[in-house]
């Protein structure tokens, strides 16, 4: 690894200092949100999923999201994501929670806070899939999900599951 201010060789994986330019060098997860958009209530509850479009985990399950773009908040990203990925507005309910996991993005792991909130569309909202994030979407029962692309997904729907039951 190499230092991102003067491209020196690092003396060591991050955290790190930079002998030439004294740059501290850190591995800072990266902010993301995601949406549980429910239909239904309790355990008879659906939510929302999209299969990827592209890789990482092309072909997979996933919640709609993304990353934050730098000074966005998480539910501000979480509206702004639904409205790129579905083409719809949604009416954002509470923080399920946050989680700490990777993303594989151009022959690198980092890490990533996914920070996933539950979330409504309005009566009667048209979904219009981005084709370049989403090939398909389907409603699944909560209390039954497939798989997902990221663990992460997976952890948020079973905590889900727990705040609907209350």
């Known amino acids: 690894m190499h230092c991102a201010r003067c491209g020196v060789a ?3 994986a991050p955290p790190s200092v930079c002998g030439a330019c004294g740059y501290q060098v850190y591995v800072n997860a ?3 949100s995601g949406v549980i958009i429910l239909s239904g209530d309790g355990d008879g509850a659906e939510f929302l999923a999209l299969l990827r479009a592209r890789e990482p985990k092309r072909g997979l ?3 709609p999201g993304g990353f934050c773009d730098g000074w966005e908040l998480p539910a501000e990203s979480a509206v702004r994501e639904c409205r790129e990925e579905l083409g719809a507005d949604i009416t954002l309910g509470a923080l399920v929670g946050m989680y700490l996991g ?9 890490p990533v806070l996914d920070c996933i909130y539950l979330a409504t569309l309005p009566a ?3 979904i219009t899939l981005d084709p370049a994030e989403a090939v398909e979407l389907t409603w699944f029962p909560i209390a039954a999900p497939p798989a997902m692309a990221f663990g992460t997904m997976d952890r948020a729907l079973a905590d889900a599951r727990k705040l609907l039951a209350r």
Not at 102 to 110: K, L, M
């Open 61 to 63: 399950w996933e919640l």
């Open 30 to 32: 990266r902010p993301t």
């Open 102 to 110: 990777s993303y594989e993005f151009q022959d690198e792991t980092f």
């Open 124 to 126: 009667g909202a048209a």
């Open 10 to 12: 690092l003396p060591a």
